[in-house]
């Protein structure tokens, strides 16, 4: 369970180290190694992909064939960056930020990088896995860094107990409120295909 302390931190911080984050967390989903893309993280940053990994799971388990199916949609034509951000200022667009829906946008953009292991020629693979960890660390700079950093960091989801759980909401609720904004998400998509 996250803590109901709340230690700000520097939108700097967050950001830096979002990178590795989001790097370790694909390295974590790819079945196979990628040549140059060997992170080492810290160890609050690994707890924090063990985290996003955990959820990424429950959003797997509960609407992965959708969201695969929806990827599957998308054309070739369309940039990484043009897909993120299509998608961030959809689910944005009120400028509200949640764990919810950053844990969604972040696992959205992960499935996209797995989705395109099969599409692109392997010396590619790491220039697309930076392309892609960018273009999402772009949008959420656009005020999810700010909302982060003000309720403690990346660190603020990892919990003692290494449950899945956000503030408020308890370790059941947490996968339902990920689960609404996948939907949400998902709908999202359908209307912009």
């Known amino acids: 369970q996250i803590s109901d302390r709340i230690e700000e931190t520097s939108v700097e911080e967050v950001e830096n180290s979002f990178p590795n984050i989001c790097l370790g967390l694909i390295a974590s989903q790819i079945p196979v190694e990628l040549p140059g893309l060997s992170i080492n993280l810290k160890s609050d940053e690994q707890k924090v992909v063990e985290q996003l990994a955990q959820?990424?799971?429950k959003i797997n388990a509960l609407f992965g064939s959708e969201i695969e199916s929806m990827l599957g949609q998308f054309h070739s034509t369309i940039s990484p960056f043009g897909i993120l951000s299509k998608i961030f200022s959809g689910l944005f667009k009120d400028k509200e930020y949640s764990w919810g829906k950053i844990f969604a946008f972040i696992h959205f953009g992960v499935k996209l990088f797995l989705k395109s292991i099969d599409n692109i020629i392997?010396?590619?693979?790491?220039?697309?896995c930076f392309e892609?960890?960018?273009a999402i660390g772009i949008q959420l700079a656009k005020g999810a860094f700010e909302w982060i950093a003000k309720r403690g960091g990346w660190r603020r989801i990892v919990s003692v107990e290494d449950s899945i759980a956000l503030p408020l909401v308890g370790a059941?609720?947490?996968v339902g409120a990920v689960g609404v904004v996948a939907v949400g998400l998902i709908k999202f998509i359908r209307l912009w295909l």
């Open 55 to 57: 959820i990424g799971e």
């Open 172 to 174: 059941v609720g947490a």
């Open 122 to 128: 392997p010396i590619k693979l790491k220039d697309t």
């Open 132 to 134: 892609i960890v960018k």
